[in-house]
């Protein structure tokens, strides 16, 4: 297992390279003004599971086929960044939800499994998480010991502060919301603002090499 020092040092990194504007804190973002709060930690939860599931993917030696075939990069992304699309035009569409979502008499929410799987679909789907994962995680590793479980347990721990991450930004949007609830019109420009977040994240991943 990694020595204190790569502890401490992969946490340091961890940390800083979580509160990057990336396409997860976005997302969270994007969907705390869209969705009912109890959604987005849902979604948030479910993006860090996509996360894990992608250092899992790295541990087995999958990740570095991504990371060094333009083809499969290019499909990842692509079909990443036009699924975040598709929510934010959602978003866009169905801006009224967001003002019913707060009011107990209006519709009710996603069920849970389908929050989880809208964030764990964005998580898995961003290639620049496999490639950062394929140059950073091997980094803390221990030399003598087998690096497969090196990295899943490295992987859980990332994804663990990320959801502790986006949870607290998605519930400091989702103030911020019941806030602007207090003129419809507002909130509606908010679940708008949120579309259009996702929306330019998603083609800012499609544009990105």
């Known amino acids: 297992m990694p020595s204190t020092a790569q502890w401490v040092a992969f946490l340091v990194?961890?940390?800083?390279f979580i509160q990057l504007p990336g396409p997860s804190l976005l997302f969270t973002l994007?969907?705390?003004?869209?969705?009912?709060l109890r959604d987005a930690l849902l979604s948030a939860a479910g993006n860090?599971?996509?996360i894990v599931t992608q250092a899992v993917l790295v541990a087995v030696g999958l990740g570095a086929v991504v990371a060094t075939s333009a083809t499969a990069y290019a499909t990842l992304k692509l079909a990443g960044a036009a699924y975040v699309v598709w929510l934010g035009?959602?978003?866009?569409?169905?801006?009224?939800d967001a003002r019913a979502a707060l009011d107990t008499g209006g519709r009710p929410p996603e069920r849970a499994g389908r929050?989880?799987?809208?964030?764990f679909t964005v998580g898995v789907?961003?290639?620049k998480t496999i490639v950062f994962f394929v140059a950073f995680l091997p980094q803390f590793t221990a030399p003598g010991s087998p690096a497969a479980p090196q990295l899943v347990v490295l992987g859980l721990v990332f994804g663990l502060l990320a959801v502790v991450s986006d949870s607290m930004w998605a519930t400091a949007a989702g103030k911020a919301r019941q806030w602007f609830a207090r003129k419809p019109q507002r909130l509606d420009a908010m679940g708008a603002a949120?579309?259009?977040?996702?929306i330019g994240m998603g083609a800012t991943m499609a544009a990105t090499d």
Do not use: D, E, F, K
């Not at 035009?89 to 009224?96: C, D, L």
């Not at 949120?194 to 996702?198: A, I, P, W, Y």
């Open 13 to 16: 990194a961890s940390v800083l």
């Open 115 to 119: 929050s989880l799987l809208t964030g």
């Open 30 to 36: 994007g969907r705390a003004l869209t969705v009912s």
């Open 194 to 198: 949120g579309g259009v977040l996702m």
């Open 89 to 96: 035009v959602q978003a866009i569409r169905h801006r009224g």
């Open 48 to 50: 860090a599971l996509g």
């Open 125 to 127: 789907s961003n290639p």
